[in-house]
């Protein structure tokens, strides 16, 4: 099993549509969690970043994670095609490592 | 300021043949990284560095090899590459301030071993 846990998708809206992203995690001593944004032939680049439980919110975008339930989301509001691209999950301990998702496949249509 | 900088941006490959992928930050960075992107499996780490002269092992390091001389460079060298091999290479750096530090990522590098 791996760590971070997320669909591959990929996942297809129509513009304006409100989207959820979403991940799971085994280790509880994650407590560091991030959205990473990656456009086609791109590096990733970081989008949304929260420690321990709660939610951040900027922009359009919102960030939500449950400790209890292990659970990380990311929610798009008024979502553009421009916000077309692989959306990834990542999680730290603190340390040196961080552990990432497969990444969302995410098509906003116009 | 040209944040991650990885060269060369394609390559392709015979099975057997060596090469060395670079990477350079300009932004003085103690933390490097080496991670391979394959479709389905997200990005795996190989190898990294947490300063000159320092490299450790991650999840995926067999068949790779790297050094890290200078601070702004971290190599990533194929002795022997295979078609397993073939893969999107990503380097990033990181501050060590914190973990709440993002990872800059370059742009990667098209691996194809034939």
């Known amino acids: 099993q791996k760590e971070v846990e997320q669909d591959p998708g990929p996942l297809s809206v129509p513009e304006g549509a409100i989207v959820s992203l979403n991940c799971t995690y085994s280790n509880s001593a994650f407590q560091y969690f991030m959205w990473y944004r990656q456009y086609s032939r791109k590096g990733p680049e970081l989008l949304m970043y929260t420690y321990s439980s709660g939610n951040k919110e900027d922009g359009r975008f919102t960030a939500q994670v449950d400790k209890s339930s292990k659970y990380i989301s990311l929610f798009i509001r008024d979502s553009q095609p421009s916000d077309s691209a692989t959306y990834l999950c990542a999680a730290d301990t603190g340390g040196f490592k961080t552990i990432f998702g497969a990444g969302t496949r995410l098509f906003v249509k116009a | 300021n040209a944040g991650v900088t990885q060269t060369p941006k394609f390559r392709v490959l015979k099975t057997g043949q060596s090469m060395t992928l670079l990477c350079a930050q300009d932004?003085?960075?103690?933390?490097m990284y080496w991670y391979r992107q394959d479709p389905g499996m997200g990005l795996r780490l190989i190898h990294y560095s947490v300063g000159e002269g320092t490299t450790a092992k991650g999840e995926v390091p067999d068949g790779y090899n790297v050094s890290r001389l200078k601070k702004q460079n971290f190599l990533l060298g194929l002795e022997s590459a295979a078609p397993s091999q073939t893969s999107v290479y990503f380097c990033?750096?990181?501050?060590?301030?914190?973990?709440?530090?993002?990872?800059?990522f370059g742009d990667g590098t098209r691996l194809s071993i034939l």
């Open positions: 990033a750096s990181r501050s060590p301030r914190g973990p709440n530090q993002p990872q800059h």
């Open positions: 932004m003085n960075h103690e933390y």
